[in-house]
């Protein structure tokens, strides 16, 4: 092993790490990938979590400058296909790698630097920021998932979306405290946080309800190595949903519902046996 690859494969672990620290149901999910997968979702798991991070925790620094210096070097990285990040080291490894389109970064980083301006999401630029948080975070993992065939990227572009949207609306909920509370902020369209109820919160259910129909069906078209651990985090998410269907509008804005690891690991184990019969 020559010093660059002893570089590259250096910021690959670091981006393996970023995935296990921020989120057990991804890390687990990816575990179940065929193990050239592994490496480039987590890549992408550390890019779009970095971001993310500058925006919604970084409350005591210049929000707007780390951002623009992150979107700067994320260019960069791109361009001289290197970078002394070891995130985006690793990411523009998987850019080059899978010829993920500039447009779905550009989208992505957007959407971030809009939770630096806006508190409340209107209907068109909820559906903006839906596609660049979330949606296009989907795409990028399908672009790896599909190796170079386009057919099929095309075939399963919108079940991927719906996928992604799917997961983030659900985060909308299970953060609604914190979001309103900490950042001052409400996503869903036209919906007053202080006169959130149960009509409200079901409407809201009922679209998501619909994005998860969608997203099952690209999860059966998915190529085998990487179906059952995009499904392993299909049904975290599914399960979530279901425990805020079943609570009260006020428990959802007061308490951030979760499911519990013993939980996880029942989903991952049932799930690896229904992907051993193939009846997933």
């Not at 921020?22 to 890549?43: E, H, N, Q, V, W």
């Not at 085998?224 to 998410?237: D, E, I, Q």
Request: net charge neutral.
């Amino acid at each position: 092993m020559n010093h660059l690859q002893l570089y590259n494969n250096t910021c690959q672990e670091c981006s393996r790490l970023i995935t296990k620290r921020y989120s057990t149901s991804f890390s687990l999910g990816i575990r179940m990938f065929d193990k050239r997968f592994r490496s480039p979702i987590c890549a992408i798991y550390g890019f779009v979590r970095f971001a993310d991070e500058i925006v919604d925790t970084f409350h005591t620094y210049d929000k707007k400058n780390l951002l623009d210096r992150f979107r700067a070097d994320t260019y960069q990285a791109i361009d001289e296909k290197i970078s002394l990040n070891p995130v985006l080291n690793a990411f523009q490894e998987v850019v080059h790698l899978y010829s993920i389109d500039q447009e779905l970064i550009d989208a992505f980083l957007y959407s971030m630097e809009l939770d630096l301006y806006h508190d409340k999401y209107e209907d068109s630029l909820y559906k903006t920021y839906i596609y660049g948080s979330a949606e296009v975070v989907g795409l990028m993992c399908l672009k790896v998932f599909c190796e170079g065939n386009d057919e099929e990227y095309l075939k399963l572009r919108d079940d991927a979306r719906s996928l992604g949207a799917a997961f983030q609306k659900i985060n909308f909920l299970r953060d609604m405290k914190s979001d309103y509370d900490e950042r001052g902020r409400t996503y869903f369209p036209g919906v007053d946080y202080t006169k959130f109820d149960n009509q409200i919160k079901k409407d809201i259910e009922e679209d998501i309800y619909q994005d998860f129909k969608n997203a099952y069906r690209g999860i059966l078209g998915l190529p085998k190595g990487c179906r059952l651990g995009v499904y392993v985090a299909y049904k975290y998410y599914l399960n979530l949903f279901k425990k805020i269907q079943k609570a009260e509008a006020e428990r959802v804005q007061e308490e951030r519902i979760r499911v519990n690891n013993g939980k996880k690991m029942y989903i991952l184990f049932k799930s690896m046996v229904r992907a051993s019969f193939n009846i997933l």
